[in-house]
């Protein structure tokens, strides 16, 4: 991608391209189907705005976000694709949601009786959410298909869609082709080793989905959308896809299945500047808690990059990074807007050279997945955390398209 040296402290470039691209795989995976982009929490720290505008010049007709006004957001600068909230709102937000045609998740018969309080003379379009086994929000699978009915009928509501969340689909127990047989390889070799009871939950959730939907087809209870299938299940379930599926991490270019080799471009890179380069003296600490202490005469280098932008403490004396093409070895307690990198061994570093923190630097790569597996946690929480300080820079097609600081936006 072209230079975009402004002096920025930190920067994240976003290159949707490659979310395009693995929207591309979406399709792949479940022909047919419709897809329910999710773009909440910021397009998973993405942005929602530029990957919605990708992803609906794309092709994509749906959308999803957990808060009103993730969902209003979108409507306000002219997202003019389904919009669905995944997360009960307040009643407060009720008419103007329905005004911009967005629908709501109805997740028991108190929210539904609330909705139509709210809605006035709206007519609302929901999406009923069961609860066949993740214990989260839902109505309960066991006696769902009466109140379903009761809901359907109701004249504030436009049914539009019955779905369902997996609570296991992206452990690497097993994958399902669409014949029935299992993947040999690794994950075969897991299955022989572990057992099926991942994937046995899986199917039971779906089977419990379904035994629903067919007692609600015997009473003439027609939904059109019918989605179950997260990126894992997308990828590892095809009998789940149902009438459309819901891709979240595996658009920004992470595989929650890791040793599945479906093709995914990663589409995010994180780079900090190097602020202040340090000579220490064998034996001398750094940082707070004096934590790390020198083995030799060493060479600090400072960079822009802290807890307060995202970046997790626990990843503390484990943070790979690279700088000038070779790996650096983080050492001190990461500080709120700061760390430290021990570049002795690096030569030529200076002020304002950046350091990579995910991304690529010469023929060296560091992935989303290497930190989240250093820090104890996930790929999702790694994108999430990325704060509003840390500016975004988006590309199409090798150019520099858009640049957005959300402080300058406040």
């Given at each position: 991608m072209e230079n975009n040296d402004k002096g920025w402290r930190l920067l994240a470039e976003i290159n949707l391209d490659n979310i395009v691209f693995n929207f591309r795989q979406v399709q792949i995976c479940a022909p047919g189907c419709e897809i329910c982009c999710v773009i909440k929490a910021n397009a998973y720290g993405h942005g929602a705005l530029p990957v919605a505008r990708a992803l609906a010049e794309a092709g994509a007709k749906y959308f999803a976000v957990a808060t009103p006004e993730e969902a209003l957001q979108l409507r306000r600068h002219g997202v003019e694709q389904n919009i669905l909230l995944l997360c009960p709102p307040d009643t407060g937000f009720v008419q103007e949601l329905a005004k911009e045609g967005i629908a709501l998740t109805v997740n028991s018969v108190q929210t539904a009786q609330e909705y139509a309080l709210a809605a006035g003379h709206s007519r609302l379009k929901i999406h009923i959410k069961l609860d066949t086994g993740m214990a989260r929000l839902g109505l309960p699978f066991k006696n769902a298909v009466e109140s379903i009915m009761a809901i359907a009928a109701h004249p504030s509501f436009e049914l539009e869609g019955l779905y369902t969340h997996f609570s296991a689909a992206d452990e690497d127990a097993i994958i399902i082709a669409k014949d029935g047989k299992r993947m040999e390889g690794m994950l075969g070799h897991y299955i022989a080793t572990q057992g099926l009871s991942e994937n046995d939950f899986t199917n039971t959730q779906m089977e419990r989905f379904l035994a629903v939907l067919n007692e609600l087809q015997k009473q003439n209870i027609h939904i059109p959308l019918l989605h179950c299938a997260c990126s894992a299940a997308i990828i590892a379930y095809p009998?789940?896809?149902?009438?459309?599926?819901?891709?979240?991490?595996?658009?920004?270019?992470?595989?929650?299945?890791?040793?599945?080799?479906?093709?995914?471009?990663?589409?995010?890179?994180?780079?900090?500047?190097?602020?202040?380069?340090?000579?220490?003296?064998?034996g001398e600490s750094v940082g707070y808690g004096r934590t790390w202490y020198a083995f030799r005469d060493s060479q600090i280098a400072t960079i822009s990059l802290g807890y307060g932008d995202g970046l997790t403490r626990f990843l503390s004396g484990k943070l790979p990074v690279l700088i000038r093409g070779q790996k650096a070895r983080q050492v001190g307690r990461i500080c709120m807007d700061m760390c430290m990198l021990d570049v002795t061994d690096i030569a030529g570093v200076t002020v304002g050279d950046y350091a990579t923190i995910i991304g690529e630097d010469g023929d060296l790569a560091i992935s989303v997945e290497q930190l989240a597996e250093a820090a104890g946690t996930i790929a999702y929480e790694i994108f999430c955390a990325l704060g509003l300080r840390v500016p975004r820079a988006y590309y199409r097609h090798n150019m520099l398209i858009e640049e957005v600081n959300y402080l300058n936006l406040l």
């Open positions: 009998h789940t896809h149902a009438t459309m599926v819901r891709p979240g991490i595996m658009l920004y270019g992470s595989n929650p299945l890791g040793s599945h080799p479906l093709p995914l471009k990663p589409a995010l890179s994180l780079r900090a500047r190097v602020v202040q380069i340090l000579e220490i003296k064998q």
